[in-house]
Structures are given as structure tokens and as C-alpha cells.
């Protein structure tokens, strides 16, 4: 199959494209080629982008109709025209996911520029304070300009100051209310204006209580949702507007769930807590696999971290969760950096939809 008429987003590629079937095989009934692209590695693309290297569609299709693909395709979102064997397609007819993994220079690349951030601009919403603010730190050490994103913090702006000074990347401050959906969208388009675009956003504000669910006040819930889900959707809507509009590959969105997401905390209860957090991870899984086009979506779910979220909890309590964890010990914000790092960064390019928990082995069997 020879691919004619290049797409216009697509530069620094040959006249032509040339397929040639890899196997052969039955599905439901239907027989189906797969067909693989020849010359894969010659590919010069634009930097962490590339045509998805196979296509899989029935033999009966006619060029007049469109079909989604089967199985890991159809997720991606992928669509082509239907053609006979051995005729053109254009490639402005298809839907093209782009990754950096089949960039020719991608895989001659040392493995620590996988993980550099430089020249990427990052929002972190919840920034000053716990984990949002080693999220900040780890960013910018990684060599990102990042936004920091606050409510209430006092001393957001000094913080934003000397993290930039440590680090020598360029972070600011911005106040904004997750809860809000005007108030954040309106903040995430400002900070893609100030620095021109954006390409990583952490959904991480959050709040967590304790109140007996037969007890539970309207207005708690209603909080509790406010900021843990509504607030984690109207940011990833903001941010993944700004990645479509950059183009295909553009955007890295992560968010701070939590292993309550995945079990009942003991002893506290937190039924609005665990529930707003299983509903993030679920949220973050559907937004992965409707963005496929164009960003990136995972999750982090930590467990017990050493941060002022925990310390106002008894003493009994906390010696409970020494019990159940294998390590006898809470998590240092600052051991979350690496994960947060990796999912930002082209060392994770084949990854989306995942919930990476750490959590010392406290949600093992």
C-alpha cells in the first residue's frame, strides 16, 4: 500500500509512505491483514512524534466509508478510510497518533534525557504545600518552568522564589480555586499564554476529613468533591483543551489520587475521601482513553505520607498504619518525586491510563 499526500502537520518526511502486509488472520468472522510500515527507522518526524507503525482493517472495506479499529486501535481512537489491498491513502484521512518512542533519534537518546523536563512548562495545582509542593520541586529540578497553584497559602510566592533560586528554573505563583471551574480554567489559560504553551499539568489539590458516613453533613460531602473530583476535572478540561490545540503528543496530565482509591483506610472513616479518590482514578482512566490523540493521563496513588495531612491524626491511629505497612514507616514527600518526574517526562511515552501506587507495600495482600 503506497501513502500519498503527505498530511500538512507532518514535516521532514518522504513523498511516500509503503506498507506490506506483516500476517494474516481471522477475527469475528472477518479476515483482516496487518499491515506494517517498511523503513521504520528512517522516519524524521517533528521531535516526540511518529506515525502509529501498524494498521490493522477487513479486507471487504470499500474507500467510501470509515471504521474504527479493533481492539488497542479503537481505544486510541484511530479511524482510515476503508481501501482495497495495494491502493493509496492519503494520510491527511487519517487520524495519527504520534508517540516519541518511534522517533528516529528517540531511542539513540541517553536514557537520563528521557527524564530531562527542560524547555517544558508545567501547572501544579495545590503546589504550596505537602505533596503538590515536592511535585513543584521535582519538576523544576527536572528543568521545567513550573506554575505553582495555590488558594490560601501566605507564603505561596516566597516559596515559588526560592525554589527557582535552588533550582535555577524559572517558578511562579498562581492563585487560583480549583473548585472553581472559571477560577482554574482561566489560571491554566494564563499560564499557556505567559509562557506559550503548556505541557504537563498535575491535578494534586486535595482535602481529606473524617466524619462517620450516618453523620456526614451535606455541605462536607459536597466539599469533599468539590475539591478532590470537580476540582481535578476542571483542571485536566483546562489543561487538555491547551494539548489538543497544540497538537498530537502534546500533553502529560497526572493526577494525586491516593490507595484509598483502591481500599478502606482503617480505622479512620473516610467514606466521602475514599470515594472522591476511586472516583479520580477512574476519571483519569476514561480521560486517557479519550485523549489518546493528543496527551498522555495517569495517575499516582501514594499511601501514608509523612505531610501536615497526617500529623493532626492520633497516635493510635497512626500506630495502626505502622502495623499494616511492611515497612513500618510513612512515605517522605520527597520519595514521590521520581514517579511524578518519570509520568512527566518522554520516559514514560508509552504509558497512559496507569495508577502507579507507592505505598511501601501497605496495599499488598
Known amino acids: 500500500m503506497?501513502?500519498?499526500?503527505?498530511?500538512?502537520?507532518?514535516?521532514?518526511?518522504?513523498?511516500?509512505?509503503?506498507?506490506?502486509?506483516?500476517?494474516s488472520y481471522v477475527l469475528n468472522g472477518a479476515q483482516y491483514e496487518r499491515w506494517i510500515l517498511n523503513g521504520l527507522a528512517s522516519i524524521n518526524l517533528l521531535p516526540s512524534r511518529c506515525i502509529l507503525?501498524?494498521?490493522?482493517?477487513?479486507?471487504?472495506?470499500?474507500?467510501?466509508?470509515?471504521?474504527?479499529?479493533?481492539?488497542?486501535?479503537?481505544?486510541?481512537?484511530v479511524k482510515v478510510p476503508k481501501r482495497r489491498t495495494g491502493t493509496a491513502l492519503k494520510l491527511s484521512e487519517l487520524y495519527i497518533i504520534y508517540t516519541p518512542a518511534h522517533d528516529p533519534t528517540y531511542r539513540r537518546r541517553p536514557l537520563h534525557t528521557w527524564r530531562s523536563l527542560q524547555n517544558k512548562i508545567a501547572a501544579v495545582t495545590g503546589g504550596?504545600?505537602?505533596?503538590?509542593?515536592?511535585?513543584?520541586?521535582?519538576?523544576?529540578?527536572?528543568?521545567?518552568?513550573?506554575?505553582?497553584?495555590?488558594?490560601?497559602?501566605?507564603?505561596?510566592?516566597?516559596?515559588?522564589?526560592?525554589?527557582?533560586?535552588?533550582?535555577?528554573?524559572?517558578?511562579?505563583?498562581?492563585?487560583?480555586?480549583?473548585?472553581?471551574?472559571?477560577?482554574?480554567?482561566?489560571?491554566?489559560?494564563?499560564?499557556?499564554s505567559e509562557f506559550g504553551r503548556l505541557d504537563i499539568c498535575v491535578a494534586n489539590a486535595g482535602i481529606a476529613a473524617h466524619h462517620d458516613s450516618l453523620e456526614y453533613a451535606e455541605e462536607d460531602w459536597h466539599?469533599?468533591?468539590?475539591?478532590?473530583?470537580?476540582?481535578?476535572?476542571?483542571?485536566?478540561?483546562?489543561?487538555?483543551?491547551?494539548f489538543k490545540q497544540q497538537g498530537p503528543g502534546a500533553g502529560s496530565m497526572i493526577f494525586t489520587a491516593s490507595v484509598s482509591a483502591l481500599l478502606v483506610n482503617i480505622p479512620q472513616k473516610q467514606s466521602a475521601y475514599n470515594a472522591s479518590k476511586a472516583a479520580v482514578v477512574h476519571l483519569a482512566k476514561c480521560l486517557a482513553v479519550e485523549w489518546t490523540?493528543?496527551?498522555?493521563?495517569?495517575?499516582?496513588?501514594?499511601?501514608?505520607?509523612?505531610?501536615?495531612?497526617?500529623?493532626?491524626?492520633?497516635?493510635?491511629?497512626?500506630?495502626?498504619?505502622?502495623?499494616?505497612?511492611?515497612?513500618k514507616r510513612l512515605c517522605d514527600p520527597a520519595e514521590l518525586k521520581g514517579a511524578y518526574v518519570f509520568l512527566a517526562s518522554d520516559a514514560s511515552s508509552d504509558m497512559t491510563g496507569a495508577n502507579l501506587v507507592i505505598d511501601g507495600g501497605y496495599t499488598l495482600p
Open 2 to 23: 503506497v501513502l500519498a499526500n503527505m498530511n500538512p502537520n507532518v514535516v521532514g518526511v518522504a513523498e511516500l509512505w509503503y506498507w506490506t502486509v506483516l500476517e
Open 53 to 77: 507503525p501498524y494498521l490493522d482493517y477487513p479486507l471487504s472495506w470499500t474507500s467510501d466509508k470509515v471504521h474504527s479499529f479493533t481492539g488497542r486501535s479503537n481505544r486510541s481512537g
Open 128 to 192: 504550596a504545600r505537602g505533596i503538590g509542593l515536592e511535585v513543584v520541586r521535582a519538576l523544576a529540578e527536572a528543568g521545567a518552568t513550573v506554575a505553582l497553584i495555590y488558594t490560601s497559602s501566605k507564603d505561596a510566592e516566597e516559596t515559588a522564589d526560592k525554589i527557582s533560586k535552588d533550582t535555577g528554573s524559572t517558578v511562579k505563583a498562581y492563585k487560583s480555586d480549583v473548585r472553581d471551574k472559571a477560577s482554574i480554567t482561566a489560571t491554566i489559560n494564563q499560564i499557556a
Open 223 to 242: 466539599e469533599m468533591m468539590k475539591v478532590n473530583l470537580d476540582g481535578a476535572m476542571w483542571t485536566a478540561q483546562a489543561a487538555g483543551k491547551i
Open 293 to 327: 490523540e493528543f496527551a498522555r493521563v495517569n495517575c499516582i496513588s501514594p499511601g501514608f505520607i509523612a505531610t501536615d495531612m497526617l500529623s493532626v491524626h492520633p497516635q493510635e491511629w497512626r500506630d495502626t498504619w505502622f502495623g499494616l505497612i511492611p515497612g
